[in-house]
């Protein structure tokens, strides 16, 4: 009967296992639910994400197979040698404490370029100043609203086009977004790009990304910010060139002095 438990508990990395190999192939009955497509020119927050599911996965089944292998070798019920009490091995204490630091220390490292692609190289302009943001994201309860510099270039401007939970970049271009909250913290993500940061009230913030695929992509807000937090998404379109977001813009912006237009009218 010991056997049996071995065996029945055995099954939980097997199943566990088997769950994250349907998950990455994409396999019924769960798809869909591993990453979403990736649209950015950089790889590295997903060379990072799997080289530590990999390793972790390694070191879990690994340990799987040793806990599996004690409980089948040392069950009660088979085995008649007599029970033997340790007080432990310093040496390998001393070994499974130095792995472990060591393999984290390597971890530390190696995500720093992650770390600076996404906090600290924003785009620079050809003479080498920052560039300037390509629009402004203000999250709301429960909306992201979104404001476009207009033709000169700068925000808080007459021309400025304003929009709601619209956000349309041009590709192959780097884009950097300002990102600031009207009242609580709420996280804005694009899952396609890899890119997630919190929107803490009163801090003005600047992310960046460079889509390298055209298409419409989710808008998400990831941090609980209130009872309509679920439905505060929107859509990012991605244009396939500058012309067409140009293009875009004015027709957009057409449509928003029209709008005002017939509203004075009534
Ligand atoms: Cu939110």
Same mark, same amino acid.
């Given at each position: 009967m010991g056997k049996f438990w071995s065996f029945f508990f055995a099954l939980v990395p @097997?199943?566990?296992i088997g769950l994250f190999v349907f998950a990455i192939n994409d396999w019924a009955p769960i798809r869909g639910h591993w990453f979403p497509e990736l649209i950015s020119k950089s790889h590295v927050i997903d060379n990072l994400f799997n080289f530590i599911m990999y390793l972790t996965?390694?070191?879990f089944i690994g340990t799987s197979i040793v806990l599996a292998w004690i409980m089948v070798k040392y069950d009660g019920g088979s085995n008649k040698e007599p029970v033997i009490y340790s007080h432990g091995s310093h040496t390998l204490e001393v070994i499974w404490s130095?792995?472990?630091?060591?393999?984290l220390l390597f971890i530390a490292i190696y995500q720093m370029d992650a770390w600076a692609n996404a906090r600290m190289y924003r785009p620079t302009l050809s003479d080498g100043t920052e560039m300037p943001p390509h629009a402004r994201v203000t999250g709301r309860q429960f909306e992201w609203? @979104?404001?476009?510099?207009?033709k000169d270039g700068k925000l808080d401007t007459p021309d400025d086009l304003h929009l709601i939970n619209d956000l349309h970049v041009p590709m192959d271009e780097d884009i950097v977004i300002r990102i600031e909250s009207m009242d609580v913290l709420h996280s804005f993500f694009l899952p396609n790009l890899r890119v997630k940061q919190d929107v803490v009230p009163g801090m003005q913030q600047h992310i960046w990304f460079h889509a390298v695929k055209d298409g419409t992509y989710d808008i998400v807000c990831a941090e609980l910010c209130g009872w309509g937090h679920y439905?505060?998404?929107g859509r990012l379109t991605v244009e396939p060139s500058r012309e067409e977001f140009d293009k875009w813009l004015e027709k957009a912006y057409?449509?928003?002095e029209t709008a005002q237009y017939s509203l004075d009218e009534e």
């Open positions: @097997i199943l566990g996965g390694a070191v130095i792995i472990p630091a060591v393999v609203k @979104i404001q476009y510099p207009g439905k505060m998404k057409a449509e928003q």
